[in-house]
């Protein structure tokens, strides 16, 4: 019981805490601050990623799928000419390269 | 075994058609950091072959000494009668076929069973992609060139021995190093290599988890055997690491704030993940030459992204295969150090980057670690390729892919590389190729000094920084070659090597006067170059006519000997007054504060008639601080800004801080304090944090003025003012070195900061106090209270005297003053005084002088009323002095019509597109009102006149056409202005210096001396007296540099002449000196050890292939 709740908690403070942070860099974006938290993003979907995964019990397998079809979404942009989303999506499908990349060399030891 | 030969064969032989194609014209190339290496090999051989080059004035070779095998080689070639030309293609050949024939071996290696065309694709990869095209080889560093040849042969044997387990290969690994020590005349690529052999081995280990003792003991004995074999310049690498030069260089200009702040731009430009991942170079893509717009079409983006998906493809889907998984881990690892600092997870290279203060060599993180990626992305590529292939039923389209994939590299990566445009550039729309004809006439110029005198030096005018354009048939852009050109030394360039770049500047700023005559002697020049075949403009270089008007006027009075000239080349003699030897004594010794000669020498005349030293005060031993006469400069000169920011009304200085619209007091203030938190550029640039910390000061200042103006809760008040003096207590040491720069960003923030003490000083806020305290100790307002000086002026000079001792105030004649001040006290009118002599004691003193405006600013342009508009743009004509100045811009504007003109200053020697000085004028908030304007710029050394122009501003326009193309155009837009009291004025502050009242007896000490080689000279001295004398060596100063007499070092090695060695001698009689270069016997030593290991692991390894031992 006790540990459900913890997960429930760290769950809600996760998404709390991945909203505040958009909200406040996209709230900065419109009214022109420059405010730089993006660094912060990349971090925040790392472990959050890296507690999916231990909770569900993923394969490091997922995680090349969804970086090599962030990867091929990303080339699309590009190709359109649409760079920063194209640069936005590919810096998203790195982390999750590589963390299957990590995963796949513990998987590998086990 | 014939089938590998046969396959070498082929690589070969295309690699020679490629080579031809380059070189078919049958010229050498140079651009770049690399200069013109080939023109004369031999003469670059002699200036890097020891541990001290005589390059300029002398400099330490370091780890360059690594290349002088392959120098050597390149001169035995050129003893031979081989053309230049060939020499440099055989040595791309060499790197050609080695590169590629062994990413060939190496990913046979990894991939056993793979097809041989596959293999052919790797190396054709290998050679053929932006990376290679753009970082290597149009980069035309031939390090560079080296260690992307050497990267995959070394990585071959190395994990041929770490899958064999053989100690044969590790023997293999350290010897191949040595024939490409060029390679490793590089503190980075020693890294790298290291780094990669490192990764290999704690990889395999990993993965086998078994015979760690021979993982241990296998890279333990390739370093080992590594360092054995390449000690000769391992062992100069950490000497000059250990020695004063570079402890000089890296305080001078290295900062870990300055290379944070490099990394940070390089890695926004460079660093985005979706070029990288494509191997391109974002800034060549755009500013490169024209041919590089293909790389920008979307299909070849497309298949760039398909090239990557596939090798990311094939990581994922092999990824058991422990070959694949290596090579998987490195390029990712390759692709995340390849984007810098740039996010994800920019933060880990950054902390390594700061932390490590080694690592910061890594600046250019994209250029650096793109050598990694490209053994790893080949065989990869090829792997993917055969992949592909396999799953595919039909034959035909197996041909089609393989060969799309062919055309692709060879047609479209390949094509720059095949065409020769790989070696071209673009200036002004045109494009330029490497390929360079160095006119006869410097080959006359340099034999005909050569003949008259082999061991002097030159000084080569006009003189400019680092990169230089000649406008040759086959023109040459790239770092300054004098040193190619001519057999003797030559201060012929303005660049970052301490103590030199100190002299070269003053030479530099001084090319259009003749005060550069009295440099001469201390650098030990005997003929002056005149150079008229340089692109000026675009290097902001003099005018090359104006330099030669001047020396021919020189010549005309006697000063110059005009000896040669052809074409646009001309050689002038010095006359005997003005040349030195390069090893002198003399006991005509005088100290300073500052590296600058002439203005020394104007105060002291005396010093340029003899043989004088100048020696800096701080290398001087205790016990002559008393003995040698000082002139001390003064450490800062200004006229008192406090005067000028008085005049502000409140409302001026609250504009010119951060706007605040919240105080303290307000409930919602919090969330403001919060969004101050939140926009911190943290990891980021730390100038831009600097500038984000003084807003904020302004903001909190502005607060602090509100606040008592409102004369809200006294409390509130009291404590935040605590806050602020905290504040500004923790940014004094950055204020301290603001203080020492000279650019615009710290004018703009210790104004910032006078702004803020005028402010809060009307509302008596104790913080004013604080800030005051913090501009005298940082010597940028004076202490003491003057009475008003009514429409006049004080000129403040802040010195900080070394010795208690009296001291004469010297000025010069035409200066008049209304009143002297020493440390706040009247002192008597010094113009008419015999007597100017003062007692000071050690520290810091202030010399107040009230003067009028005119003793220090000179009118040179005046207009009373102008009318300027969009048709009718006015330009002020003005006449520049023959030395850097500065000059300051005064007007008051209305406009008319329009809200905005531009202004510009553009010197005769700069190029239309670059003034040196840009701003705007603006309408104030649509008012009609009269504004002013002030504006300061500083002459370019070599400019002798401009002109200041007032013009429409240009701005980009862009239009959607037919929503898919976006044409931009530049407009220059509609504007009248009505200007009234221009004045154009040169600041000259006037030179005052203190000089203690102590002289030294003359002696007639004399030496005679003889070079045994540049790092050996021998002296014999004879002294009358025992007095102290200095022993001059005009060479660049380094600690390195040792005068020995009896087997004793002598002690007292002090800086002189702004860059040479000195040494105090006091004994008398006649004796004999050995000053020699102490790198030099270590690497005399270090030598021999390496060369007697070589021999020994070169029979070795022939032995154990002689018994198949591999």
Not at chain 2, 73 to 85: D, I, K, R
Not at chain 2, 505 to 519: F, G, M, R, T, W
Not at chain 2, 523 to 531: G, H, K
Request: hydrophobic share 45%; charged share 20%.
């Amino acid at each position: 019981m006790e540990e459900k709740i913890l997960k429930k908690a760290i769950v809600i403070v996760y998404f709390a805490f991945s909203a505040t942070v958009i909200l406040i860099q996209f709230f900065a974006g419109f009214f022109g601050f420059e405010v730089h938290l993006s660094g912060v993003l990349y971090w925040l979907l790392f472990f959050g990623w890296v507690y999916f995964v231990w909770q569900n019990k993923i394969e490091s397998s997922f995680s090349f799928i969804i970086a090599l079809s962030l990867f091929a979404l990303s080339a699309f942009f590009v190709i359109l000419g649409m760079r920063t989303i194209g640069e936005i999506i590919m810096r998203v499908s790195f982390v999750f390269w590589i963390f299957g990349i990590l995963h796949w060399f513990i998987e590998l030891k086990k | 075994m014939m089938k590998y030969f046969r396959n070498a064969l082929l690589i070969l032989f295309f690699s020679s058609i490629i080579i031809s194609v380059w070189f078919f014209h049958g010229s050498i190339m140079g651009t770049g950091e690399s200069g013109l290496l080939f023109y004369k090999p031999h003469v670059i051989y002699e200036l890097f072959k020891d541990a001290w080059s005589r390059i300029y004035l002398g400099n330490v070779n370091g780890i360059n000494v690594a290349s002088a095998p392959t120098l050597f080689l390149f001169s035995v070639f050129e003893t031979y009668g081989v053309p230049n030309f060939i020499i440099q293609a055989l040595f791309f050949l060499f790197l050609f076929f080695i590169a590629s024939y062994s990413v060939f071996l190496l990913t046979k290696e990894l991939f056993p069973k793979l097809e041989t065309k596959y293999l052919y694709i790797s190396a054709i990869f290998y050679v053929f992609n932006p990376i290679s095209l753009i970082n290597v080889w149009n980069r035309f560093l031939y390090n560079y060139m080296s260690f992307w040849a050497l990267l995959p042969l070394l990585l071959w044997l190395f994990i041929k021995g770490l899958k064999t387990k053989k100690y044969f290969y590790s023997l293999s690994t350290a010897l191949v190093t040595i024939f490409f020590s060029f390679a490793l005349s590089s503190t980075v690529f020693n890294i790298l290599l290291w780094a990669l052999l490192l990764y290999a081995v704690l990889f395999f280990f990993l993965i086998d988890l078994k015979n760690l003792k021979f993982y241990i003991s296998y890279f333990c004995l390739s370093l080992l055997l590594y360092s054995l074999f390449n000690l000769w310049w391992i062992s100069q690498f950490f000497n000059f690491i250990f020695s004063s030069s570079f402890s000089t260089n890296v305080d001078k200009f290295f900062t870990t704030e300055g290379n944070l702040s490099g990394l940070s731009s390089i890695s926004q430009r460079l660093g985005s993940l979706i070029d990288v991942l494509r191997f391109s170079h974002t800034t060549f893509l755009n500013d490169g030459p024209s041919w590089v717009r293909i790389y920008t079409s979307p299909l070849v983006v497309f298949i760039e992204f398909l090239i990557t998906g596939l090798i990311l493809w094939t990581i994922y889907k092999l990824k058991s295969n422990k070959n694949i998984l290596f090579l998987g881990i490195l390029f990712t690892l390759s692709i995340f150090l390849m984007k810098g600092n740039n996010p994800p997870f920019g933060e880990i290279f950054q902390f390594f980057f700061e932390h490590f203060t080694f690592l910061q060599v890594f600046r250019n993180p994209f250029e650096k670690f793109g050598f990694l990626l490209l053994p790893t992305a080949a065989p990869l590529f090829a792997i993917s390729l055969d992949q592909i292939v396999k799953k595919i039923k039909s034959e035909q389209a197996k041909k089609i892919i393989i060969y799309s994939f062919c055309i692709f590299l060879l047609g479209i990566w390949g094509l720059p590389f095949l065409t020769g445009l790989v070696f071209t550039y673009q200036n002004e729309n045109v494009l330029k190729s490497f390929r360079v004809s160095v006119p006869e006439y410097y080959s006359k110029v340099d034999n005909f000094i050569k003949k008259q005198t082999p061991d002097t030096r030159l000084l080569i005018l006009p003189l400019g920084g680092e990169g230089i354009t000649q406008a040759w048939q086959n023109p040459y852009s790239g770092v300054e070659i004098s040193s190619n050109l001519f057999h003797n030394s030559s201060v012929s360039l303005n660049t970052t090597i301490p103590f030199f770049d100190d002299f070269s500047s003053e030479v530099a700023n001084n090319q259009l006067s003749k005060n550069i005559l009295n440099l001469l002697p201390f650098m030990n020049a005997q003929f002056i170059v005149w150079r008229g075949d340089i692109d000026f403009k675009q290097r902001k270089f003099a005018d090359p006519e104006k330099i030669k008007q001047r020396l021919d006027e020189w010549s005309t009075e006697g000063l110059l000997t005009k000896k040669l000239e052809d074409k646009k080349i001309a050689v002038y003699q010095v006359s005997k007054n003005n040349f030195w030897p390069k090893l002198y004594i003399t006991s005509s010794v005088l100290t300073t504060n500052k590296s600058d000669i002439l203005s020394v020498g104007m105060h002291n005349p005396q010093l340029f008639a003899n043989k004088s030293a100048i020696v800096d005060s701080q290398s001087l031993p205790p016990d002559y601080k008393n003995l040698l006469p000082d002139l001390i400069m003064p450490s800062r000169v200004y006229s008192p800004s406090l005067k000028e920011f008085q005049k502000y009304s409140d409302e001026d200085l609250l504009a010119r801080l951060f706007y605040v619209n919240h105080l303290p007091t307000d409930r919602l203030y919090f969330l403001y304090r919060i969004k101050e938190v939140i926009e911190i550029p943290f990891g980021n640039d730390p100038i831009n944090q600097l500038i984000y910390s003084f807003g904020l000061l302004g903001k909190r200042t502005v607060e602090i003025y509100k606040m008592r103006k409102a004369k809200v809760d006294a409390k509130v008040i009291t404590e935040y003012e605590k806050m602020q003096n905290n504040e500004f207590k923790k940014l004094t040491p950055k204020i301290f070195e603001l203080s020492k720069n000279n650019d615009q960003i710290s004018d703009t923030l210790i104004t910032f900061l006078f702004y803020q003490y005028t402010l809060l000083q009307r509302v008596n806020s104790p913080v004013a106090e604080t800030i005051h305290k913090i501009l005298v100790d940082a010597q940028l307002t004076t202490q003491y209270s003057f009475p008003s000086p009514g429409k006049d002026g004080y000129l403040i000079y802040a010195f900080n005297i070394p010795n208690n001792g009296n001291y004469s105030i010297e000025f010069p004649p035409t200066f008049k003053a209304k009143k002297w001040y020493m440390d706040g006290k009247v002192i008597a009118s010094l113009e008419n005084s015999d007597n100017k002599s003062l007692y000071l004691s050690t520290g810091p003193h202030e010399l107040a002088i009230l003067v009028q405006e005119s003793a220090y600013k000179v009118s040179n342009v005046v207009e009373n009323q102008l009318l300027v508009s969009k048709k009718n743009p006015k330009s002020l004509y003005l006449n520049l002095s023959d030395t850097p100045s500065t000059y300051e811009i005064n007007f008051d504007f209305r406009f008319t019509k329009g809200n905005i003109a531009k202004l510009e200053f553009l010197q005769d020697i700069d190029e239309k597109k670059s003034p040196l000085y840009e701003n705007q004028i603006t309408r104030y908030k649509k008012q009609n009102k009269w504004n002013h304007m002030q504006g300061k710029f500083t002459s370019s050394s070599g400019a002798s006149n401009g002109n200041f122009i007032i013009k429409s501003n240009s701005e980009k326009v862009c239009n959607m056409l037919v929503f898919i193309t976006i044409r931009c155009y530049n407009v220059d837009r509609d504007f009248e202005v009505e200007i009234k009291n221009l004045t154009i004025k040169q600041i000259t502050y006037p030179d005052t210096v203190l000089i203690s009242d102590k002289t030294l007896p003359s002696n007639q000490s004399s030496i005679k001396w003889n070079k045994i080689n540049d790092t050996f000279y021998t002296v014999i001295i004879n002294k009358q007296q025992n007095n102290p004398e200095v022993l001059a060596f005009s060479e660049l100063f380094n600690s390195g540099w040792v005068a020995e007499s009896d087997g004793k070092q002598l002690q007292n090695h002090i800086l002189i002449n702004t860059f040479a060695n000195g040494w105090l001698i006091d004994k008398s009689g006649n004796y004999k000196i050995d000053i020699k270069f102490l790198p030099q016997n270590i690497l005399d030593k270090t030598r021999v050890v390496s060369l007697y290991s070589t021999l020994v692991g070169i029979i070795l390894l022939l032995l154990l292939l002689w018994k198949k031992k591999y």
